[in-house]
Every structure is written in C-alpha cells, then in structure tokens.
Nanobody
Framework: QVQLVESGGGLVQAGGSLRLSCAAS????????MGWYRQAPGKQRELVAT????????NYADSVKGRFTISRDNAKNTVDLQMNSLKPEDTAVYYC?????????WGQGTQVTVSS
C-alpha cells in the first residue's frame, strides 16, 4: 500500500518561506511523476507543481512561478516544495500527489497559512 506523508506546513507571515516535504513509502521511481496540489476553502483543488521522477522535468502553476521550487531526493524517496515570498492567497491545504501507471495517490494534506 502506497503511503505519502506530508510535513512542513504551518503559519507564516507574508513574504516568508516554508518548505514542505512528502515522504513516499517506497521508491519514487515507481511513480511517473509526483507533485503538490492545494485546496483553499470554498475552492477546487489546483495544481501547484509537478516533477517527473526520473527525468526531473518540472511544471508550475503560473501563480507560483518564480516563488516556489519543487525538487526530489531519490535516495530519501522524498519530494519537497520550497515556498518563498509567500502571499496570503497561498493559504490552503497542500496535498502531495503521486502518479502511478493506473491510479493517483494522495497524502493527507498539510495546512499552510500566510498572514498579511
């Protein structure tokens, strides 16, 4: 059973930084890609960033380009999201996602709150 465990959320002031980490229960190479999504109250879940596990290609939502960086550590089986210059509109529950050959997997989510 695949498990994704997020950590690193919290409360930060606008302009600050946070680093989220997602630990997979097995090798991240068993997935085609991994990424981070977020869901704010009353809104749909949206893509934040993804990374191809083998090639390392990355993709970002326009709203976070230049501020967020996704990275992977193959040895630790983790995918991190470095978030800089945070804005109040970044406030949401952030979910780790892993794309398998037949299905997607999700973590339990971690809350990020940015105060103005």
């Amino acid at each position: 059973q695949v498990q994704l465990v997020e950590s690193g959320g919290g409360l930060v002031q606008a302009g600050g930084s946070l680093r989220l980490s997602c630990a997979a229960s097995g090798s991240i190479f068993s997935f085609n890609a991994m990424g981070w999504y977020r869901q704010a109250p009353g809104k749909q879940r949206e893509l934040v960033a993804t990374i191809r596990t083998r090639a390392g290609n990355t993709n970002y939502a326009d709203s976070v380009k230049g501020r967020f960086t996704i990275s992977r550590d193959n040895a630790k089986n983790t995918v991190d999201l470095q978030m800089n210059s945070l804005k109040p509109e970044d406030t949401a529950v952030y979910y780790c996602n892993a794309q398998g050959n037949w299905r997607n997997y999700w973590g339990q989510g971690t809350q990020v709150t940015v105060s103005s």
